[in-house]
T-cell receptor
Framework: AQKVTQAQTEISVVEKEDVTLDCVYETRDTTYYLFWYKQPPSGELVFLIRRNSFDEQNEISGRYSWNFQKSTSSFNFTITASQVVDSAVYFCALRTTGNQFYFGTGTSLTVIP | DGGITQSPKYLFRKEGQNVTLSCEQNLNHDAMYWYRQDPGQGLRLIYYSQIVNDFQKGDIAEGYSVSREKKESFPLTVTSAQKNPTAFYLC????????????FGPGTRLTVL
């Protein structure tokens, strides 16, 4: 069975603090893809990153970084020096060999000015 | 510009009425999806289609119907059999290459009066 768990329902941080959003996944497939999406108040899900199961290198994009660890089935997302514009709901997702995507329940991040 | 469009952005319906939500994409994607999102909740899959004239039920298909007569279009009908249709509806698409990302439309917010 495929499953994505985002245990943190809501997180609040003060602007400029760093924050890490956790994502744990379950799959028996050896080939799979992991994603992070951002959902701002407008509602549209915005794609942030895709990572395949064979690439465990961490990735950094500006203030965003991702830590993929197969040993713990985790794909965590860190925002450095958070800003008010980072306030949104963030979803982690898993795609295996089929065309179905499995989403976590999302983490609502509030950055307080 | 390539993308996914959903219309209308806001939709109001009286109880007992059927209503159809539009989803169009010009990304040349084969697979299309409908998700439902309730306040503070994650995404739940309603229906998906991997090819024209074919579609499969997702986790919460009861009270909904779809069609896929054209590659670009995947309309969703919310029928009167859906007991609690007030929600945010998101349409998405992806290519059938397993590496590809799922992209989302801006969503339709349906309210039953």
């Amino acid at each position: 069975a495929q499953k994505v768990t985002q245990a943190q329902t809501e997180i609040s941080v003060v602007e400029k603090e760093d924050v890490t959003l956790d994502c744990v996944y379950e799959t028996r497939d050896t080939t799979y893809y992991l994603f992070w999406y951002k959902q701002p108040p407008s509602g549209e899900l915005v794609f942030l990153i895709r990572r395949n199961s064979f690439d465990e290198q961490n990735e950094i994009s500006g203030r965003y970084s991702w830590n993929f660890q197969k040993s713990t089935s985790s794909f965590n997302f860190t925002i450095t020096a958070s800003q008010v514009v980072d306030s949104a709901v963030y979803f982690c997702a898993l795609r295996t060999t089929g065309n179905q995507f499995y989403f976590g329940t999302g983490t609502s991040l509030t950055v307080i000015p | 510009d390539g993308g996914i469009t959903q219309s209308p952005k806001y939709l109001f319906r009286k109880e007992g009425q059927n209503v159809t939500l539009s989803c169009e994409q010009n990304l040349n994607h084969d697979a299309m999806y409908w998700y439902r999102q309730d306040p503070g909740q994650g995404l739940r899959l309603i229906y998906y289609s991997q090819i024209v004239n074919d579609f499969q039920k997702g986790d919460i298909a009861e009270g909904y119907s779809v069609s896929r007569e054209k590659k670009e279009s995947f309309p969703l009908t919310v029928t009167s059999a859906q007991k609690n249709p007030t929600a945010f509806y998101l349409c998405a698409s992806t290519s059938t290459f397993s590496t590809d990302t799922q992209y989302f439309g801006p969503g339709t917010r349906l309210t039953v009066l």
